[in-house]
């Protein structure tokens, strides 16, 4: 059952995804980033922590369990320290390649425009 239920909800991570690219104009990076925020904001309301333990490593393989990652270490780390544990606590459950990778993603978006 626990195979069955991570199949199920990383099938419906990507048919929401799969629906929305064929439904939209969006890009393919745009609904990327679109399911990171939505990790982060269910995180934030502890609403994903349920899909972990409901789903196990289904809700952790997909890209919203990054957002998840990024504002769970941001949270936590908060607490701990205080505000400034807010940008320390980002970095600490996600990997320094990532996190360079975001980086220049991000950087590279403000300076280049998608070709149609």
């Given at each position: 059952?626990?195979?069955?239920?991570?199949?199920?909800?990383?099938?419906?991570?990507?048919?929401?995804?799969?629906?929305?690219l064929?439904?939209?104009?969006?890009?393919?990076?745009?609904?990327?980033?679109?399911?990171?925020?939505i990790?982060?904001?269910?995180?934030?309301?502890?609403?994903?922590?349920?899909?972990?333990?409901?789903?196990?490593?289904?809700?952790?393989?997909?890209?919203?369990?990054f957002?998840?990652?990024?504002?769970?270490?941001?949270?936590?780390?908060?607490?701990?320290?205080?505000?400034?544990?807010?940008?320390?606590?980002?970095?600490?459950?996600?990997?320094?390649?990532?996190?360079?990778?975001?980086?220049?993603?991000?950087?590279?978006?403000?300076?280049?425009?998608?070709?149609?």
């Open positions: 059952m626990i195979y069955f239920n991570a199949f199920i909800f990383s099938g419906i991570v990507c048919l929401i995804g799969q629906i929305i064929d439904n939209t104009k969006l890009m393919p990076g745009h609904i990327t980033s679109l399911f990171v925020v990790g982060a904001a269910l995180d934030t309301f502890a609403i994903y922590d349920f899909f972990v333990e409901k789903f196990g490593a289904g809700a952790m393989v997909c890209i919203t369990s957002g998840h990652l990024l504002i769970h270490g941001a949270l936590a780390k908060a607490h701990a320290d205080g505000i400034l544990g807010l940008f320390t606590g980002m970095f600490s459950l996600t990997a320094a390649g990532i996190t360079a990778t975001i980086i220049f993603a991000f950087i590279f978006t403000l300076i280049f425009k998608a070709k149609d």
